[in-house]
């Protein structure tokens, strides 16, 4: 059973730096198949997918367009959990986050793991507040 | 990207069926079958309960299926019942591989 458990501060202070971290179990961040993704949800903005980590031979991540300027996402294999940097943090970021697993579409074509783009698990999310 | 357009609230009775829509356009949900539903009780993560507009994961009760028609996909919930009380959400790829979500619909058991 993955499970993933999120970590971090729940009180950001505009134009700093929003960390949060997802360790996981029961899976592995550099697994070939799966694919390692942080969503936000707020009131304004609904459900938002901010980007993703996923390892095939290499490391891959790709990040929205609205957040791209802004947002780092690095997984880290020694202790097998993900993190996200958010940075220049505003008001407008206030919002629930969360950690997610993409399990990833086996392409009989090319014998790899693609992606499957929707999430089997999810964290249990983090309020993070952006706020003086 | 634009959110997938979903009517707010839906309601039903116990044992009654409901349908949620998620309309999209021919860049997301009418070209691909890459459409997923999520449902989220109140301050809780959401759950997937589709996926690939119309598969079940395990563990899913067979109450929920789900379909498309063109820029339009649907979640149907038959037999309902108190505990489908939630927000339910869609979400679709799209052609700029990309993810865009619903705005969700709040669905309550009367």
């Known amino acids: 059973q993955v499970q993933l458990q999120q970590s971090g501060p729940g009180l950001v202070k505009p134009s700093q730096t929003l960390s949060l971290t997802c360790a996981i179990s029961?899976?592995?961040?550099?697994?070939?198949?799966?694919?390692w993704n942080w969503i936000r949800q707020s009131p304004s903005r609904g459900l938002e997918w901010l980007g993703r980590?996923?390892?095939?031979?290499?490391?891959?991540?790709h990040y929205a367009v609205s957040v791209k300027s802004r947002i780092t996402i690095n997984p880290d294999t020694s202790k097998n959990q993900f993190s996200l940097h958010l940075n220049s943090v505003t008001p407008e970021d206030t919002a629930v986050y969360y950690c997610?697993?993409?399990?990833?579409?086996?392409?009989?074509?090319?014998?790899?793991?693609?992606?499957?783009?929707?999430?089997?698990?999810w964290g249990q999310g983090t309020l993070v507040s952006v706020s003086s | 990207q634009s959110a997938l357009t979903q009517p707010p609230s839906v309601s039903g009775s116990p044992g009654q069926s409901v349908t949620i829509s998620c309309t999209g356009t021919?860049?997301?949900?009418?070209?691909?079958?890459?459409v997923s539903w999520y449902q989220q009780p109140p301050g809780t993560a959401p759950k997937l309960m589709i996926y690939?507009?119309?598969n079940r994961p395990s563990g899913v009760p067979d109450r929920f299926s789900g379909s498309k028609s063109g820029n339009t996909a649907s979640l149907t919930i038959s037999g309902l019942r108190a505990e489908d009380e939630a927000d339910y959400y869609c979400?679709?790829?799209?052609?700029?591989?990309?993810?865009?979500f619903g705005g969700g619909t709040k669905l309550t058991v009367l």
């Open positions: 029961g899976d592995s961040v550099s697994s070939n198949s799966a694919a």
């Open positions: 021919s860049s997301d949900v009418g070209s691909y079958n890459r």
């Open positions: 690939e507009v119309s």
């Open positions: 997610a697993r993409d399990r990833g579409e086996y392409d009989i074509l090319t014998g790899y793991y693609g992606l499957a783009y929707y999430f089997d698990y």
């Open positions: 980590t996923y390892y095939r031979s290499k490391w891959y991540n």
């Open positions: 979400s679709s790829y799209t052609s700029s591989s990309t993810l865009v």
